[in-house]
């Protein structure tokens, strides 16, 4: 007999397990099931980074003449693994006609929107009694080698500024005096100080905890095979741990999203865009504040008494294959940009799959309006700082109580 419950998500990383989370606090009935453990996907050894203030998108004027440049270099903090895949030219002939510079504004903002909403709902969460996560919102630093990339950053502080942000350009020597462990040869850099971070790992399993202490029903190791379907409603799900049914199904799935809705027909532009991160002991000489490296593309993070680098990203299909390259391209920037840090043993080297839509929104949405089914991934580069709104968005689509945001922008249907 198969196990049925109102709710029914795919996926136990941070999407799955917000959305479980807000399902549960209304009192709905919900199943999660994970293949793996909760947390085990791309979840895991992010940056941690919740930062509404640095929201431009990956599709931007001038990228693609960059992503050639840096298409040459293995040491680049972007490569396209070349593979003959209708879906990657279609994703990216869709990321090209997102290039325009009134796209990439308006991806921006909305960006920005779901980030804030977010950021807001974790301070919330942060609250929680004996749910630890390491939230601290001191704000983020972005370090430049060039003075093009700095004055790069400073037109974002523009757009920025517009939408009611703040941040501050440095020099040099201002720059130094907040992050002394930074080279002296940097051209300056900028403060966000609204921006926080967390321990990813730490508040997805947290989270997923209160949810089961809510009522939430958590399947590990339970993969689920085949999803047969009714028009675009879910009648039976096949795990290899039994049969479940529901009168919705949210797809939760991250990079692994495309398959399990073949069969309708629908076109979900997900790529898989793998990145690195290397945990150390943090060093003594390196603060609260994360700091971007900037050209480098590598974030550094405190996150309690560790120290983590991650950044580069790669499309290069479901391939979860380490790039040692890769990850000591990583190393050397941090080395370029904090020469005098002691980097101890690594505690973890660690990759990951963002799961990537060419317009860098997510997919938030029942495809077709059609009951039954909601799809909650692609959220790229920001699946930490807008896990917590989508789980409550999806909610709210369940329980039929309007949205806090308008939804349209995220459609699954703009891809049609
Ligand atoms: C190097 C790096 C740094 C990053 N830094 C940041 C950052 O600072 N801030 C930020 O906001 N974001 C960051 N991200 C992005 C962020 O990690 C992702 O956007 C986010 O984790 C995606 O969450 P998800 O729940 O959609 O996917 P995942 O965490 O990948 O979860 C999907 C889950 O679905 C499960 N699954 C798949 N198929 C099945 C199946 N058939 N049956 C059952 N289970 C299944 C998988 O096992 C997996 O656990 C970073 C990513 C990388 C790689």
């Known amino acids: 007999m198969a196990e049925h419950s109102d709710v029914l998500i795919v996926g136990g990383g941070v999407i799955g397990v917000c959305t479980a989370y807000s399902l549960a606090e209304r009192g709905i009935g919900v199943r999660l099931l994970e293949r793996d453990q ?20 990956l599709p931007a004027p001038g990228v693609i003449r960059q992503a050639f440049d840096w298409l040459t270099d293995p040491k680049s903090p972007f ?31 909305l960006r920005r929107e779901l980030s804030l909403a977010s950021l807001e709902r974790y301070a919330k969460l942060a609250a929680l009694p004996g749910l630890e996560f390491g939230f601290a919102q001191r704000g983020l630093f972005l370090a430049f080698h060039t003075r093009a990339g700095l004055a790069a950053a400073v037109e974002e502080l523009a757009i920025l500024a517009e939408l009611g942000g703040r941040g ?38 947290g989270l997923a905890e209160e949810a089961r202490r809510r009522g939430a029903a958590l399947h590990t190791e339970t993969e689920v095979l ?3 379907w009714r028009r675009a409603h879910p009648t039976r799900v096949t795990t290899s741990r039994g049969e479940f049914t529901c009168e919705d199904l949210v797809l939760a799935t991250g990079a692994w999203s495309t ?9 979900l532009p997900v790529q ?16 609260e504040i994360p700091v971007m490296l900037g050209e480098a593309k590598v974030g550094v993070t405190p996150m309690g008494s560790n120290l983590r680098m991650a950044g580069t990203l790669e499309l290069a299909g479901l391939d979860l294959s380490v790039s040692m390259q890769r990850v000591r391209a990583i190393e050397r920037a941090t080395r370029t940009y904090l020469p005098d840090l002691s980097l101890g043993e ?12 060419p317009d860098d929104l ?40 309007p949205t806090s945001l308008d939804l349209r922008p995220f459609s699954p249907d703009r891809f049609a």
Not at 87 to 107: G, P, Q
Request: glycine residues 12%; contains cysteine.
């Open 346 to 357: 690594q505690v973890e080297i660690w990759r990951g799959l963002r799961p990537l839509t």
């Open 79 to 109: 490569y396209i693994k070349p593979r003959p895949s209708l879906e990657l030219v279609h994703w990216l002939w869709r990321f090209w006609t997102a290039c325009d510079r009134a796209t990439m504004l308006e991806s921006y903002r």
């Open 259 to 267: 398959r399990l809705v073949r069969p309708l027909r629908l076109r």
């Open 272 to 287: 898989p865009a793998k990145g690195y991160s290397i945990t150390v002991p943090r060093p003594e000489a390196f603060g």
């Open 38 to 57: 909760i947390c085990s996907g791309c979840s895991h050894g992010n940056a941690g980074w919740l930062f509404p203030s640095h929201s431009m998108p």
């Open 362 to 401: 997510p997919i938030i949405g029942r495809p077709g309006g059609t009951r039954g089914l909601i799809i909650a991934t692609g959220h790229g580069m920001k699946g930490m700082a807008q896990g917590p709104i989508t789980g409550e968005l999806v909610a709210q689509l369940v329980s039929d109580e």
């Open 226 to 228: 085949e999803i047969e």
């Open 168 to 205: 501050q350009k440095l020099g040099p020597e201002e720059l130094r005096d907040r992050v002394p462990a930074l080279s002296p040869k940097l051209a300056g850099g900028i403060h966000l100080p609204d921006d926080a971070h967390i321990t990813p790992g730490d508040f997805v399993r």
